[in-house]
């Protein structure tokens, strides 16, 4: 099993940035993706980035969903088996509850994700 908790939400305003974190513990694997969703009130759950690593070809990639390309950035670090997002020019509409995923597999596909965290609340005002 795989456990995942997340931190750094928070309220900030229109233009402000905020980083969140997502350590992983317990049985993970050195070849993994994670990744972030999020789901706004009476919304369906998004896919928002995620970043995969490959330790044997010690190769690694991401991507993003087309609405915060330029804005977030995913990243990693692979000793603490942590992802980051960091979230820039932050918008009303980026307002959600944002939660980690993890997959043990190299696969930057939406689904097939086996671990989730707990969620944590990102509210922007106007």
């Known amino acids: 099993q795989v456990q995942l908790v997340e931190s750094g939400g928070g309220l900030v305003q229109a233009g402000d940035s905020l980083r969140l974190s997502c350590a992983a513990s317990g049985r993970t694997s050195s070849t993994y993706t994670m990744g972030w969703f999020r789901q706004a009130p009476g919304k369906a759950r998004e896919f928002v980035a995620a970043?995969?690593?490959?330790?044997?070809?010690?190769?690694?990639?991401?991507n993003y969903a087309d609405s915060v390309k330029g804005r977030f950035t995913i990243s990693r670090d692979n000793a603490k088996t942590s992802v980051y997002l960091q979230m820039n020019s932050l918008k009303p509409e980026d307002t959600a509850v944002y939660y980690c995923?993890?997959?043990?597999?190299?696969?930057?596909?939406?689904?097939?994700?086996?671990?989730w965290g707990q969620g944590t609340q990102v509210t922007v005002s106007s």
């Open positions: 970043i995969s690593w490959d330790a044997g070809w010690n190769v690694g990639s991401s």
């Open positions: 995923a993890r997959k043990e597999s190299y696969d930057l596909g939406r689904e097939g994700y086996q671990y």
